[in-house]
Nanobody
Framework: QVQLVESGGGLVQAGGSLRLSCAASGRTFSSYAMGWFRQAPGKEREFVAA????????FYKDSVKGRFTVSGDNAKSTVYLQMNSLKPEDTAVYYCAERYGSGLSYVSSDYDYWGQGTQVTVSP
């Protein structure tokens, strides 16, 4: 059973930075991609960023492009999300997810395993 554990959330002022980490364990073979989603109170879970292991291409939600950077090491089963120039609207619980099916997806239901989430709060 694959388990994902996130860390690195916290409280930061607008304009600040945070780095989230996610470590996967229990893998028997490599996944297709790992991604980050977030869910703010009263809102649906939304795609934030993902990295595709085959070519290390990265993908982002439009509103975080230029501010967030996803990176990782497939051999170490880890993925990171560097978040700069944070805004209050970035406040949410951030989830790490892993996809084993082929084809990159921005849809949460297409991801097979999830972490427990880490809270990110950005104050004005």
């Amino acid at each position: 059973q694959v388990q994902l554990v996130e860390s690195g959330g916290g409280l930061v002022q607008a304009g600040g930075s945070l780095r989230l980490s996610c470590a996967a364990s229990g893998r028997t073979f490599s996944s297709y991609a790992m991604g980050w989603f977030r869910q703010a109170p009263g809102k649906e879970r939304e795609f934030v960023a993902a990295i595709r292991w085959s070519d290390m291409n990265t993908f982002y939600k439009d509103s975080v492009k230029g501010r967030f950077t996803v990176s990782g090491d497939n051999a170490k089963s880890t993925v990171y999300l560097q978040m700069n120039s944070l805004k209050p609207e970035d406040t949410a619980v951030y989830y790490c997810a892993e996809r084993y099916g082929s084809g990159l997806s921005y849809v949460s239901s297409d991801y097979d395993y999830w972490g427990q989430g880490t809270q990110v709060t950005v104050s004005p």
